[in-house]
């Protein structure tokens, strides 16, 4: 009996994954994407509670904190740079807003296609165009390729997944209000080694972080009612930014003057799906379930997501039983992921310079020595990665 053949639509992080696992099952597993290669691109994520768990059962922790971007902790500062509170990387045993395996995407990226890339096949500079459910299996139509048959068809692209609209055109993303930029600038002296965060009146909100590549990441954020702005051309994205934080203060105009080379825009939201496969064909981390980078839990769910999706692929024998059943076990914790704290983004961004004043007090309390040696700011920050039990998979290699 032939071994059967699946597609994964996605090269990040939730498609390799998958792949990693299934090759163990000794399935024949393709990935498709749409750029011409492997994206280095991106910026801070982090692995945390039952996704590490997976990592480690991957063998594939340690290459992690080796490329870990080396961020020790959380300062938050006034408009002259001055330092309002710092929480501590190792201030608890618990991850708080760092956590102890912070990476960027595309590093992990690179970590989980060079563990997967002698047993995968690799379509760069493709995608697909056309997916018919025979029932036996599907047939699906490459960008400029003939078709081809697979046993079934993971879609793991994201959140503004092209293909999840050829089985579900009336998905749809729920905005939460928050618009970011994501740079890359020049490392300079008056970078550190923390997430810098920097609140500054009409709810905007300038961040630095360190990476381990010799630059800093930078993030430009507000919130706004006005919905489809990260639809706008390129260049009326950036000279909305540059009026918006034109007076804003601290590092806003390094930041500012970064914009004139290649940079990412987007409005954050969720995926909030009825279901999470049509047959066949399923869906699999952000495309299916994205919990946003307010959730913190992206990157956690998406590895979750991969180990058990594989388990019920390799076990039950049959696609639509195994989605169906990878469903029921992983909804319960993508929920909880997905409950974002009240109030948030607008409490992260204060409109008014007394609201900014307000935030401030708050942190500043919360990093007094005797509140933090009771790590009130880490658990305030503690996500629900460590609230899954990852059940025991037995592939064979």
Known sequence: MSAPRILISGASIA????????????????????????????HNIDVRGAAREVLRRMGLEQAVLAAGTGEEGTEFVDGRGRSVAVFPRSATNVDGATAELEIL???LSRILYDSTQDRTEYLFGNQITGLDDTG????????????????????????????????????????VGLYTAYLTIPRTSEDNDHWRWYNAPGSRVVMTRPDNLGTTRALLSFTSDVRGLEELPAAEVTALL????????????R????LDAPYYF?????????????????????????????????????????????GELATTGDPTAAFARFERTLRPYVARAQKLPPGVPRLAHPRTRAGVGALRTVVRALGSRPVQRLGVFDRLSQTSAD?????DLTLTR
């Open 15 to 42: 498609g390799p994954a998958l792949a990693f696992w299934l090759n163990r099952a000794g399935w024949r597993t393709t990935v498709v994407e749409r750029f011409t290669e492997l994206r280095d691109t991106g």
């Open 105 to 107: 995407r595309g590093e």
């Open 136 to 175: 036996e299996g599907v047939e699906v139509t490459l960008k400029g390729s003939a078709r081809r048959s697979f046993d079934a068809v993971v879609l793991a692209d994201g959140l503004t997944s092209r293909t999840r609209r050829l089985i579900m055109p009336e998905a749809d993303i729920t905005r």
């Open 242 to 253: 540059r009026r918006k934080f034109a007076d804003a203060g601290w590092m806003a105009p």
């Open 255 to 258: 930041v500012l003057d970064a």
């Open 266 to 310: 987007d409005a954050i939201g969720q995926v909030r799906l009825p279901r999470w496969s049509m047959g066949r064909i399923g869906l699999l981390g952000d495309a299916a379930y994205c919990a946003s980078p307010l959730s913190g839990m992206s990157t956690s769910l998406a590895l979750v997501g991969a180990y058990v999706l594989a």
């Open 387 to 391: 609230s899954f039990t990852l059940p």
